[in-house]
């Protein structure tokens, strides 16, 4: 665990209070990079590229308060150009499944609930990741996404909308 102190130390530029942190918080930027790209190397890419960026830009964090929604929104970010960068659908693998809790749901349908996620658009995508994921609350999450609560709750319902509407009717393997 680090404290708000190991945060100011860090953007005063203390390399070992920098460390403390990044090592309570990589097994979460990991999570978040694995989500998006579905594939072990290129989350560890990202993870390197979220740490190194947060690294050389920390003086610019205002709010030591912050600095988990802030290193969060750097992975996220991270995650949403390495996409962009290899411009291709990454497909579904058995990994991804095997990390979600078990729940008596059809392995089609999940596959099918996987397909549509990746088919939303990058908030979206965020969101459901966010809460159903990695389990953040609507404050927590408009935090991380720079945006007022009451605007993840409406995103997140018309998202979840879309989602049930697209499950009962498009689904891929019907």
């Not at 290129?42 to 920390?58: C, G, L, M, W």
């Not at 990058?122 to 609507?138: G, M, P, R, V």
Request: charged fraction near 30%; hydrophobic fraction near 35%.
């Amino acid at each position: 665990m680090y404290t708000k102190s190991d945060v100011k130390k860090s953007i005063k530029g203390n390399k070992q209070a920098f460390e403390k942190i990044i090592a309570y918080e990589k097994t979460k930027i990991y999570r978040i990079a694995y989500v998006y790209v579905k594939n072990e190397q290129n989350a560890i890419e990202i993870v390197q590229q979220t740490v190194y960026k947060a690294f050389i830009s920390i003086e610019k964090l205002k709010n030591p308060e912050q600095f988990s929604a802030w290193l969060k929104r750097i992975t996220i970010n991270s995650a949403i150009d390495f996409l962009r960068q290899q411009k291709k659908v990454v497909p579904i693998i058995s990994e991804v499944l095997e990390t979600l809790p078990e729940k008596e749901i059809n392995v089609d349908d999940q596959l099918d609930l996987f397909e549509l996620i990746d088919q939303l658009d990058e908030n979206q995508k965020t969101l459901i990741i966010l809460k159903f994921y990695d389990d953040y609350s609507n404050r927590e999450i408009a935090e991380i996404m720079g945006i007022p609560e009451g605007t993840v709750k409406s995103r997140l319902h018309r998202t979840l909308h879309i989602l049930r509407s697209k499950m009962e009717g498009d689904c891929v393997n019907e």
